[in-house]
């Protein structure tokens, strides 16, 4: 069949309009090259082009490793023939959130007997499904999967069994209350959970089946232990029992245990208490994240002391500076830090206020004990500088020169000593006191600034002194990732819960940063991903298009509550800015009054890369003739979610005609348009896929969030 292939294939070489023949690179340069083609597209497409290719395209390097993850256009028929040809050759193949494949398509992976490592995380399995993929696959170690509703262990059958026996890696993500495939994976030594469970109705019976079960999870091989809770009190409960074995046995060889927790989660008793004491004792621990309510001052130092961490998250933890670098610990080997909503973390004891100053001694001994970060997460707190210091958090966070991803409170970002009519990021013009122009001058607005970007190059002659928060972006040359949140901000939808009626009140330096320090931002060369939430000083909005402009990377923008609340004031800028945005893959925007018209979905129309859109708006509106000619333009969109205050069946007549137009074409398309404050939002969330409320509906802070190389 092949040879046939072959025979029909043209002979000519691949020429492009500039008479360059492809064939002339080396294999290397065409591998290198190929690399960056989906895999299908690689087997079904470019293999016919030539002979040289046919050969080219099957080689080990491109079809060991198949990842269709993000690769929205996999359609079944595509996926399906892929397998057909390489099936035997393919070692790795990730499926995560490949939601659109149907189930006969998941099936085809029985075919890849070479498989190691398989991820199906937000497929459509079911046990018999993943009985008769499981048993053809014995050489596979590493696993992904979802837990669904309906699940029974006692489906599975000794081949499949004997396959999850030799497993060292797995990835489980729980919608029902159950153990899943756990206590079948005698041979664990990296666990990843994460708790979706919603449905109440079954959860006494399933609870009471967990506890009764004879089997009990083994962990005396673990070496990671990882799992994330979905706010509401089912998934503790669930977590609960997970964690019962740890009252038995700490493992000896336990590197990363790491819980994620919204809100409070009491403590477990016994596994709780032993873990701590286990862990203080004799664990050297490379990654840790514990509840907060877990967290003991006195136990914390010890574990440290034992410990040579890469990853440490203490959000929302009654934690303190000088407890991180206890007895001069030397934290050297840190590159990931997470102390958001941390209060005192950068004071020495709890005496301090929410808005008090903090202590610049304690940043400077954090920042010389962790000069090796990458990732540091500030937010959610207010960390003030005192005005009488000369020492500044941004200057001294400047130190830093490894940083890749960073999230401050926007009150961190002000300088409480700049004046509001002195400043130099003022740009208006003084007002003439001379009689003569006396009343034929249109007078200043006293207390607004307005950024110009001409103005503000071209004051007195020279250029204005830098701030702190310049001096910290021209350090950080390598970010690729920025947050600066209100430490008071709260998204209007929350997760499992109504949505948010009315915004807290933001920190009063928080106003003190403008358009211009948006316009520093600009600085970040390979800035990849941007979030602006609850940013009161935005004017014009001018400092967004030099971001626009100079970030050509920026490939994740996300903008929520910046300036006036009941007046976009931003828009225009907004606008131009989305103009120069050639890479932007995703774009979320939450405002309480959004006209989403012709004119916004004209210019995200420039966006050609664009795949995601979420617009959160209490009272917005939009015109639907915009949003369709907007989709019909942009043809890589394959989620569009909006939250709005139009009606329930303007909402539902826009959905429905958004999916009969395009859902054919796009099959992972992804539509919800659905009023923000009806009372059956929580129910339209749930059944949206877990990628999207994950990565970009839902707000949340996702600096530092998870250890570095959780999972391949």
């Known amino acids: 069949m092949d040879n046939q292939e072959a025979e029909e294939m043209p002979s000519e070489d691949p020429v492009d309009s500039d008479n360059i023949n492809m064939t002339e690179f080396s294999d290397e340069i065409l591998l290198n090259i190929l690399k960056f083609v989906p895999t299908h597209d690689v087997v079904l497409s470019v293999r016919?082009?030539?002979k040289k290719f046919a050969n080219l395209c099957l080689d080990k390097s491109l079809v060991s490793t198949v990842?269709?993850?993000?690769?929205?256009?996999?359609?079944?028929?595509?996926?399906?023939?892929m397998i057909r040809e390489i099936a035997s050759q393919i070692q790795v193949l990730s499926m995560s959130s490949c939601y659109w494949l149907s189930g006969p398509t998941v099936d085809q992976m029985s075919k890849c007997k070479s498989l190691v490592k398989l991820d199906l995380s937000g497929c459509r399995l079911t046990s018999l499904r993943l009985s008769k993929i499981l048993s053809c696959l014995w050489a596979l170690r590493s696993l992904a999967i979802d837990i669904s509703h309906g699940f029974d262990s006692s489906q599975l059958s000794s081949e499949s069994k004997a396959t999850l026996s030799h497993l060292t890696e797995l990835k489980q993500t729980l919608h029902t209350p159950s153990y899943g495939v756990v206590p079948c994976c005698t041979s664990l030594e990296r666990l990843l959970l994460y708790f979706e469970i919603h449905n109440f109705s079954s959860f006494t019976t399933s609870c009471q089946l967990m506890v009764g079960q004879s089997s009990v999870p083994h962990y005396q091989s673990l070496r990671i232990f990882y799992s994330r809770l979905a706010p509401g009190y089912v998934n503790q409960v669930v977590m609960r029992l997970y964690l019962t074995v740890f009252s038995m046995r700490i493992p000896q060889n336990l590197q990363a245990f790491v819980i994620s927790i919204p809100g409070n989660f009491p403590e477990s008793g016994a596994a709780a208490k032993n873990l701590l004491e286990g862990m203080a004792r004799n664990v050297a621990l490379e990654a840790l994240q514990l509840p907060k309510t877990w967290v003991d001052g006195s136990?914390?130092?010890?574990?440290?002391?034992?410990?040579?961490?890469?990853?440490?998250?203490?959000s929302r933890c009654l934690v303190f500076g000088n407890q991180l670098v206890h007895d001069g610990k030397d934290l050297k080997s840190l590159v990931s830090l997470n102390l958001s909503g941390c209060v005192h973390c950068l004071s020495k004891d709890c005496s301090r206020k929410a808005e008090d100053d903090i202590d610049c001694d304690i940043v400077e001994t954090l920042v010389n004990a962790c000069p090796n970060i990458r990732h540091l997460n500030l937010s959610a707190a207010h960390h003030h500088s005192p005005s009488h210091s000369e020492s500044h958090v941004c200057t001294i966070l400047s130190k830093l020169k490894h940083l890749r991803s960073l999230a401050l409170p926007v009150c961190t970002v002000s300088e409480e000593d700049k004046s509001s009519d002195q400043s130099p990021s003022n740009s208006l013009q003084p007002v003439a006191n001379s009689a003569v122009t006396l009343g034929l001058i249109k007078s200043t607005r006293i207390g607004v600034k307005t950024y110009n970007p001409r103005n503000s190059s071209e004051q007195s002659g020279r250029d204005p002194p830098n701030s702190s928060f310049k001096v910290l972006l021209d350090s950080a040359s390598l970010l690729e990732e920025l947050e600066l949140i209100g430490s008071s901000f709260s998204s209007s939808m929350p997760r499992n819960e109504p949505a948010i009626r009315k915004e807290l009140p933001p920190c009063m330096r928080a106003r003190q940063v403008g358009d211009e320090d948006m316009a520093a931002v600009g600085r970040l060369g390979l800035l990849q991903r941007l979030t602006l939430a609850q940013l009161p000083g935005i004017v014009n909005g001018a400092g967004l298009v030099q971001v626009g402009m100079k970030c050509q990377e920026l490939q994740v923008l996300s903008l929520a509550n910046l300036g006036m609340l009941k007046k976009v004031t931003y828009m225009p800028s907004l606008i131009e800015t989305l103009k120069h945005c050639k890479q932007l893959k995703d774009f979320r925007l939450e405002q309480p009054y959004i006209s989403a018209n012709s004119q916004f979905f004209q210019a995200l129309s420039h966006?050609?890369?664009l795949q995601r859109l979420c617009i959160i708006s209490r009272h917005g509106t939009f015109q639907p003739d915009a949003v369709m000619s907007?989709?019909?333009?942009c043809r890589d969109v394959i989620m569009c979610h909006m939250f709005t205050g139009e009606t329930l069946v303007a909402c539902r007549n826009l959905q429905q005609a958004l999916l009969q137009s395009f859902q054919e074409e796009r099959p992972a398309l992804n539509v919800i348009v659905y009023p923000l404050l009806h009372e059956g939002l929580v129910n339209v969330i749930r059944d949206a896929p877990l990628v999207h409320l994950e990565e970009i509906t839902l707000f949340k802070s996702r600096v530092a969030e998870d250890p570095p190389h959780l999972w391949w």
């Open 607 to 609: 966006c050609p890369s």
């Open 630 to 633: 907007f989709m019909a333009s």
């Open 299 to 314: 136990c914390l130092p010890h574990i440290l002391k034992l410990s040579t961490p890469s990853y440490l998250n203490f």
């Open 67 to 81: 990842r269709l993850t993000r690769d929205y256009q996999a359609s079944d028929d595509k996926v399906k023939q």
């Open 48 to 50: 016919r082009v030539c």
